[in-house]
T-cell receptor
Framework: ELKVEQNPLFLSMQEGKNYTIYCNYSTTSDRLYWYRQDPGKSLESLFVLLSNGAVKQEGRLMASLDTKARLSTLHITAAVHDLSATYFC???????????FGAGTILRVKS | GAVVSQHPSRVICKSGTSVKIECRSLDFQATTMFWYRQFPKQSLMLMATSNEGSKATYEQGVEKDKFLINHASLTLSTLTVTSAHPEDSSFYICSGTGSNQPQHFGDGTRLSIL
């Protein structure tokens, strides 16, 4: 059974600081997704990582995937308050298959 | 990008009522649709997977007679919560996927049963 673990579950950051969220998964897959969720809202797709070594960047967020280690990271650079949200990683085996989500990381960026 | 429209966005109703939630893919054919439930401060939990024209596949612990799923066309799936009770109150999110596409999520439906 595919399991996805995220850590930390809660992250309080100062503005301007850097930090990394980790996502580990239990079975072989080269497909991993990162989502953002604001309170009361649905999911917003951030990154789709589909191969070993994939790295994608958007603004202050950068995601990478190491399929051999079964690990993805979401790196936050110089955090700003607008990044406060809950971040989920998720894994599937192929398109059309179900996604298995991590527990989510609640990020709070303090001024 | 691909758009999934979910309606209604919020429902408040009395215990015992049946509630229908619609999920439409607006600009692609969703051969597979997924229904998730999310309780406060928790992750998304898959309830069922539906393929167009087929019966839905329910996850373990999800009552198929309580959560009726219909996926009669390539652009529409519905979830009906029958005889809803307060413990069914939750945030329900659908997603759709077509050929060689990642899942596209609807905006969610907040269901509150009084």
């Amino acid at each position: 059974e595919l399991k996805v673990e995220q850590n930390p579950l809660f992250l309080s950051m100062q503005e301007g600081k850097n930090y990394t969220i980790y996502c580990n998964y239990s079975t072989t897959s080269d497909r991993l997704y990162w989502y953002r969720q604001d309170p009361g809202k649905s999911l917003e797709s951030l990154f789709v990582l589909l191969s070993n070594g994939a790295v994608k960047q958007e603004g202050r967020l950068m995601a990478s995937l190491d399929t051999k280690a079964r690990l993805s990271t979401l790196h936050i650079t110089a955090a700003v308050h607008d990044l406060s949200a809950t971040y989920f990683c998720a894994v599937d085996m192929e398109y059309g298959n179900k996604l298995v989500f991590g527990a989510g990381t609640i990020l709070r960026v303090k001024s | 990008g691909a758009v999934v429209s979910q309606h209604p966005s919020r429902v408040i109703c009395k215990s015992g009522t049946s509630v229908k939630i619609e999920c439409r893919s607006l600009d692609f054919q969703a051969t597979t649709m997924f229904w998730y439930r999310q309780f406060p401060k928790q992750s998304l939990m898959l309830m069922a997977t539906s393929n167009e024209g087929s019966k839905a596949t329910y996850e373990q612990g999800v009552e198929k007679d309580k959560f009726l799923i219909n996926h009669a066309s390539l652009t529409l799936s519905t979830l009906t919560v029958t005889s809803a009770h307060p413990e069914d109150s939750s945030f329900y999110i659908c997603s759709g996927t077509g050929s060689n596409q990642p899942q596209h999520f609807g905006d969610g439906t907040r269901l509150s049963i009084l």
